[in-house]
């Protein structure tokens, strides 16, 4: 072999060589460097993938009536050059569905050739659906849009939803996570063209978004929210609070705020009115504060019930300030701790207060939740205003003994006379029936100690008893008088607090009232405020406690308190204005009918959930087409049930007036 040969071969074996290693190097590049970017390019060209959710939980009160729930509606798109520049079939889809226009589709998809809204959440018949999907070029898909069927009931607490059905307000945005469910990926394989040929996954997420129990119930909360507005349009009052608890168990059965707004049309309303206020806005509570002061000096032997004080003539001087009486003929001298509740005397308080000293009642008022959160349900929830200072001043403390100088949120003094009304015990305030461990206290982050402890003593039973006592004095022969209730015992204590302005000082007044009933099985506290009344008096007894004994009067015939006591008295007791507060639960937003056995009842309008538990207490066959509330049943109401009826009920999304 010549040198010439030779190095031909080591020319081409070089070659080989160089070659060689250029392909190792880019199958290294391609296999090692840029794979996962390469994985992910030939993915797009024929998979694609889209997160899922569940359809969203409903939300329910104490007794299964719907308050939040879903209803199908359908979105419409085209991709225009599916169509093929054939206009009549936007034509067609215009007669088909009146609310779209055709020129106005035309408008949208005008130098468009890509994919196209041309209508969204539009409430169509079956027969509509079939139609359109018979069209070349338009394509419809289901879509479940959160509907409120109630619409103002109980709207600042259960909230509202954005167009993507996520949470933004109230218990809907509190548990987002719990009602929209556990997201899942599908992914499928498309062909050139874009369409789907095959699902690589698929997985049922049908049952993975939580329903919500919550301890409301709605006729009480619709009595409760007709009775506050009366009383805020009567006195041309700027807004009003009302709330409802089961002193035993802490569970809140209504709470509402007036102005309030319907979650259906949320543009249509003000920030303002969307908050529950009740739990948010934190203001002085003026004399429904001094029981705490004295049920605290009793608690820390400090004085007793009977125990008496010189009430200085309505007049006293603290520093360089004087402690008056609220009405100026108010001259007491000698007075007891009962009186001094029963009278709301300011004086007397003040000097209960220097008594006890400022570190035991602040020590009262904290195991009370003053100055913290309660940990109810609600977003937002503010923990109110009061001094972090070990000892205040002796004005200080005059002021915060009569509910001056501190602020607090109706639910916070709700919950603290409910400790009083169930014998001592202050019991965390909720508003999720916990019976139905769907979602659980555990499921909320505490923001501190005080929330983790849903149970706790705070006055002896002997205390509570008195302070019970006095209450039920204030109603009786002191300022609650309105508070009464023929027949019953109302322990309460009205307040007529100067109103704080937004420049700090004060002007106009909050009215308010805090009662519950004694003589019953089940006592339950109401609270009531109402916010700068300007007709028809500011006291609270004149424009608060004429709502809570409306509100009370329901409760107690709804619970049947009424009829037991009639058991046991022979009285000639007129029950007929009471019976007509129980007709107004009949209005639309209550959900309740009459129900006459043997007899088809009227249906429309209700929940699958409510007409189940009718249907069974009657013994009633139905059947069920549709989502929604009831639009149409057959038999009509009123036609006997015998063994073969069955009722034919179809469901169609609410409609609002």
């Known amino acids: 072999m010549n040198r010439v040969e030779k190095n031909r071969i080591i020319f081409v ?72 520049g054939k206009n009549d079939v936007y034509k067609t889809l215009a007669k088909i569905v009146p609310e ?5 589709m035309m408008s949208n998809i005008k130098k468009r050739k890509k994919f196209t809204w041309i209508g969204r959440k539009l409430k169509l018949t079956k027969t509509q659906v079939e139609r359109i999907k018979e069209l070349k070029g338009i394509f419809i898909e289901g879509t479940p849009e959160r509907t409120y069927p109630n619409h103002e009931l109980l709207s600042q607490v259960v909230g ?35 369409r789907p040929i095959k699902f690589e996954s698929h997985q049922d997420v049908t049952a993975q978004a939580k329903d919500i129990y919550l301890t ?44 309030t707004f319907d979650p259906n049309d949320v543009r249509g309303s003000s920030p303002d009115s969307r908050k529950l206020s009740f739990a948010i806005e934190p203001f002085e509570p003026g004399s429904t504060f001094k029981i705490f002061t004295a049920a605290s000096a009793i608690e820390h032997k400090v004085t007793k019930i009977n125990s008496t004080y010189y009430a200085e003539q309505g007049r006293m001087k603290v520093g360089s300030h004087w402690i008056n009486e609220a009405e100026a003929h108010e001259k007491f001298e000698w007075i007891s ?10 004086v007397g308080t003040t000097k209960i207060a220097f008594d006890l000293t400022f ?75 916990r019976d139905h461990n769907l979602v659980t206290v555990s499921e909320l982050e505490p923001e501190n100690e005080n929330q983790l402890t849903k149970r706790k003593r705070v006055f002896s039973e002997s205390t509570a008893n008195d302070m019970t006592s006095a209450l039920i004095g204030a109603v009786e022969k002191g300022t609650g008088g309105n508070a009464q209730i023929p027949h019953f015992q109302i322990a309460g204590k009205t307040a007529t607090a100067q109103r704080v302005d937004k420049n700090g000082g004060y002007k106009g007044y909050v009215s308010g009232f805090v009662g519950y009933p004694v003589n019953v099985d089940k006592r339950f506290v109401i609270a009531v ?31 049947k308190d009424i009829s037991k006591i009639a058991e046991h008295e022979d009285n000639d007791y007129d029950l007929k204005k009471v019976k007509s507060n129980i007709d ?74």
């Open 216 to 259: 409301i119930d709605k006729d009480i909360q619709g009595m409760a929210e007709k009775y506050l507005k009366e009383a805020v349009i009567k006195h041309d009052a700027d807004k009003g609070g009302i709330g409802v608890i089961d002193v035993a168990t802490g569970e809140v059965l209504a709470v509402a705020n007036y102005p």
């Open 584 to 657: 107004i639960v009949q209005l639309k937003e209550a959900g309740t009918r009459s129900i006459v056995p043997g007899l088809v009842p009227n249906l429309i309008g209700l929940d699958k959930v409510t007409i189940s538990n009718i249907a069974a207490k009657l013994n009633m066959s139905v059947t069920h087409k549709g989502m929604g509330v009831v639009s149409e049943q057959y038999p009509l109401a009123g036609t006997p049930i015998t063994e073969t009826t069955v009722v034919r009920l179809e469901y169609s999304p609410p409609t609002y007036e």
């Open 160 to 194: 509202f939803v954005g167009l993507d059905n996520s949470g933004l307000s109230g218990l809907e945005f509190m548990f987002d996570k719990e009602l929209k469910g556990t997201p899942v990926t599908l992914k499928y394989t498309i062909d050139n063209k874009g």
């Open 337 to 346: 701790v009962a009186d001094i509740i029963k009278f709301s005397s300011n």
């Open 359 to 433: 570190p035991k009642l602040k020590e009262t008022l904290i195991s009370l939740n003053f100055g913290n959160k309660t940990g109810i349900e609600v977003p937002g929830e503010s923990r109110g205003i009061f001094t972090e200072a070990d000892n205040v001043t002796p004005l200080s403390l005059s002021n915060i003994s009569f509910g001056q100088g501190i602020a607090t949120t109706g639910i916070q003094i709700m919950s603290a006379y409910a400790a009083i009304a169930n014998g001592g015990e202050y019991i965390k305030p909720t508003l999720i029936k």
């Open 100 to 104: 779209l226009s055709y020129n106005e």
């Open 13 to 84: 074996f070089t070659c080989f060589c160089l070659f060689f290693f250029l392909v190792l190097g880019k199958a290294f590049k391609v296999q090692l460097i840029d794979a996962s970017d390469l994985i992910v390019r030939a993915n797009s060209q024929f998979l694609r993938q889209v997160t899922v959710y569940p359809k969203r939980g409903n939300i329910y009160d104490r007794n299964g009536h719907a308050l939040a729930l879903n209803v199908q509606t359908y979105s419409i798109f085209t991709i225009p050059k599916s169509t093929n």
């Open 529 to 559: 405020y109402i916010d700068n009344p300007k007709k028809g008096g500011y006291y609270g007894g004149v424009v608060a406690a004429p709502v809570f004994r409306n509100l009370a009067e329901y409760m107690l015939y709804k619970n």
